[in-house]
């Protein structure tokens, strides 16, 4: 079973950058995609960003020109440099991988982080 750990998050202010991380567990040996959720209080969990093998990445229309996703694929971790963050960012962020190839020619659809919660406000 993958795990996903993310780190990065935390309280920045308007106008602020924050850089997100999430690595894969030794066990993967090749991911279709990696992305970003978000879920903000009292709404449902969005697609914030992804990025696929082979292919370039895809952002929501509110974090386009803001955000940048990411991979290295060698250490099979994906990141999201937010800047220029507003208040409507706070959010929980998860980190998102599907498709996934294990050792031992096993397969698994999709994995999750736990989530880091990123909070901008002045």
């Known amino acids: 079973q993958v795990q996903l750990v993310e780190s990065g998050g935390g309280l920045v202010q308007p106008g602020g950058s924050l850089r997100l991380s999430c690595v894969a567990s030794?066990?993967?040996?090749?991911?279709?995609?990696m992305g970003w959720y978000r879920q903000a209080p009292g709404k449902q969990r969005e697609l914030v960003a992804i990025?696929?093998?082979?292919?370039?990445?895809n952002y929501a229309d509110s974090v386009k020109g803001r955000f940048t996703i990411s991979r290295d694929n060698a250490k099979n971790t994906v990141y999201l440099q937010m800047n220029s963050l507003k208040p409507e960012d706070t959010a929980v962020y998860y980190c998102n991988a599907d498709g996934l190839q294990l050792r031992g020619a096993s397969y698994q659809s999709g994995a999750w982080g736990r989530g880091t919660q990123v909070t901008v406000s002045s």
């Open positions: 990025i696929r093998a082979g292919s370039g990445p």
């Open positions: 030794g066990s993967t040996l090749r991911i279709n995609g």
